[in-house]
């Protein structure tokens, strides 16, 4: 089979890609391994349950544009936002705080007022805030987000209270290991656009999403998506490279977009591209626990809160955030990033650490159990790049061949906003 462009990995990276390159008449072919597209954020059936579960909640902000442009351009309409920046908190003894900031302020006065209304925080921190400007506009490189919030002067209990979480949730790291810079472009980008901030997520499982609907984009415009197509090998021909498919085939492509995660870039690269292949076996994996536990009645009113020093640090109503029914339960998906401290705990001690802080919080009674559980580590959620080392380009020395990936130069965290930027960049560089 000869294609003038070909995508490996159906994660938002490679839709992007594919769904760019559609567009723009070049008919490119997907190959995803899996036999779904999304890659890591994706849902799946459970227990005869009505409606699918999502391997772990995907968090989007309204700054998120290059993820909003694509969703509607495959007519993919099941997201929702809030009307402005608004999280609830609580704190390990139930208390509550919340950081908001009016929709209607200047951008470049959102985060100061966030903070000056915010109890945990108040107008010191706020002030404190007038040395953070300056790396937002120019973020320094190298740095952990730990020498930074030391060199930035934040206090102890605005660290704990804002950047620890917000680092967590958004990097999916500690402190320690993620890079300063890609924390301040988020949020340069969040506070620099009227409500960027405001948060937003999916009204429908993941897998419902997106990816069918990607698919009949990408079909209809003369493109090709082949899910269960595991690349096995690639090889540089003359101008043009050679994929072998786990199943025998191959398929010869003039450009290739490698939309893979980075260590299994890694062994794809290994001969065509030993010193990046090298680089990227650096990269090591972080998990996000996901613990869904439905009760037998609703356990809070809002659709989400951020619990402060806590195991668990964010808890989703899926009742209020997709409107799913809850005959057979309400379901709480609650999330703890950059987990791998939790990682050799067993299913029962992760719902019992759960039920704990929502007991500590006081929003299950003492003697109160959930109806159901289903505990979800995900191992590989992403993948840290060494601090110090180079970012990777989606360019690459060889010729017909691009990276895309969460993982690649975006200047952000691995997230879907890096992804499809990823996608759409490596997209652009291989249609010149
Ligand atoms: C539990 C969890 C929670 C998360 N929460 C958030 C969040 O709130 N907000 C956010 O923005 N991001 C979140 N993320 C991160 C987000 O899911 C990823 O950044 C994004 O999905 C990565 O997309 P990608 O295309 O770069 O890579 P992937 O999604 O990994 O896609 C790569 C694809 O390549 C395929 N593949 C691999 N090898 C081959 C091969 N040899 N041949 C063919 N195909 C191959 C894989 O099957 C996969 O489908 C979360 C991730 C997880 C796991």
Redesign the pocket.
């Known amino acids: 089979m000869n294609r003038s462009l070909t995508i490996?990995?159906?994660?938002?990276?490679?839709i992007a890609a594919a769904v760019r390159a559609a567009e723009a008449g070049k008919e490119p072919l997907l190959?995803?391994?899996?036999p779904f597209l999304?890659?890591?954020?994706y849902s799946f059936s459970h227990d005869n349950l009505p409606y699918t579960v999502d391997?772990?909640?995907?968090?989007?902000m309204r700054c998120c544009t290059h993820v909003i442009d694509l969703l509607e351009k495959i007519g993919a309409d099941e997201v929702s936002f809030q009307a402005g920046f608004r999280i609830p908190f609580l704190s390990k003894e139930g208390t509550a705080h919340i950081l908001s900031a009016p929709s209607w302020l200047p951008t470049q006065l959102g985060l100061f007022v966030a903070f000056a209304r915010y109890s945990p925080a108040g107008l010191s921190a706020a002030l404190g805030l007038r040395r953070v400007q300056r790396d937002l506009r120019r973020p320094p490189t190298g740095v952990s987000v730990a020498d930074w919030l030391k060199s930035s002067g934040q206090t102890d209990r605005i660290q704990r209270s804002f950047w620890i979480p917000l680092c967590r949730s958004v990097m999916n790291a500690s402190p320690e290991d993620a890079p300063a810079d890609e924390l301040l472009t988020v949020l340069s980008e969040a506070f620099g656009t009227p409500s960027g901030a405001a948060m937003g997520w999916a009204t429908t499982g993941l897998t419902e999403l997106c990816a069918s609907k990607a698919r009949a984009f990408i079909e209809s415009r003369g493109g090709q998506v082949r899910s269960s197509?595991?690349?096995t090998e690639m090889t540089q021909e003359t101008d043009q490279w050679s994929l072998d498919l786990r199943n025998a085939d191959t398929v010869v492509s003039k450009r290739v977009i490698l939309?893979?995660?980075p260590l299994?870039a890694a062994d794809?690269l290994g001969h065509v591209l030993p010193d990046l292949a090298n680089l990227l076996t650096r990269y090591t994996p972080s998990p996000?626990l996901?613990i869904n536990l439905w009760f037998d009645r609703p356990i809070m009113n809002t659709a989400f809160v951020g619990f402060l020093d806590g195991s668990v640090e964010w808890v989703f109503d899926r009742q209020a955030l997709t409107g799913q029914p809850s005959e057979h339960g309400y379901h709480y998906a609650l999330v703890t990033s950059a987990s791998s401290k939790l990682l050799e705990h067993d299913d029962a001690d992760l719902v019992d650490i759960a039920l704990d802080e929502l007991r500590s919080r006081k929003l299950v009674q003492p003697d109160e159990e959930p109806v159901r559980t289903l505990v979800i580590q995900?191992r590989q959620?992403?993948y840290l790049r060494p601090l110090g080392d180079p970012p990777i380009p989606n360019g690459t020395d060889l010729s017909g061949l691009f990276l895309a990936?969460?993982w690649t130069d975006t200047s952000l965290p691995?997230?879907?906003?890096?992804?499809v930027r990823s996608g759409n960049r490596a997209a652009d560089l291989a249609l010149v």
Not at 31 to 34: D, G, V
């Open positions: 490996i990995g159906g994660g938002f990276s490679g190959l995803e391994r899996r999304g890659g890591r954020a391997n772990g909640q995907h968090v989007l197509a595991f690349v939309a893979v995660p299994r794809l996000i996901g995900e959620a992403t990936g969460d691995p997230t879907i906003e890096g992804a």
